[in-house]
């Protein structure tokens, strides 16, 4: 059995320079985009801090799923999403307890984290280290 392997936030290491979100932009859309991102920033009021919100990797979004467009990918155990089945109905996002699922602002369809291929770039270029892949 592969060991899946998830992306962590160590928040106290972050300090909110949302470069996770132009790496994973640039790498998806090949341009810098926060709105096109699967990860982002969100900024926790009570603790005063922003740091990346990741997928858990619950798989709450593939069940949810009406029309199978979801599911949880072989080689690395992300979370992937078939743009052509996927209909933008946007239960995925409801079902998803973390906020981590997303519609595309242009193509109206479900994207999160897919763990890019199994070399996150939010993790790759993170320049204070805050986020682990492990």
Do not use: D, L, M, W
């Given at each position: 059995m592969t060991q899946i392997k998830r992306i962590s936030v160590i928040k106290e290491k972050c300090n909110g320079c949302r470069i996770c979100e132009l790496?994973?932009?640039?790498?998806?859309?090949r341009f810098y985009a926060p709105s096109h991102s699967r990860i982002r920033?969100?900024?926790?009021?009570?603790?005063?801090?922003?740091?990346?919100?990741?997928?858990?990797?619950?798989?709450?979004?593939v069940e949810s799923c009406p029309e199978g467009a979801i599911s949880k990918s072989e080689k690395t155990g992300a979370v992937q999403i078939d743009s052509g089945k996927c209909t933008g109905c946007r239960e995925c996002v409801l079902a998803c307890p973390f906020g981590v699922m997303?519609?595309?602002?242009?193509?109206?369809?479900?994207i999160t984290c897919d763990l890019?291929?199994?070399e996150p770039q939010c993790v790759k270029y993170c320049p204070e280290k805050a986020l682990l892949y492990e």
């Open positions: 790496r994973c932009s640039f790498f998806h859309e920033v969100k900024k926790n009021e009570k603790e005063g801090i922003a740091v990346p919100n990741v997928c858990r990797f619950c798989y709450k979004c997303y519609i595309h602002p242009v193509n109206n369809v479900a890019c291929e199994g």
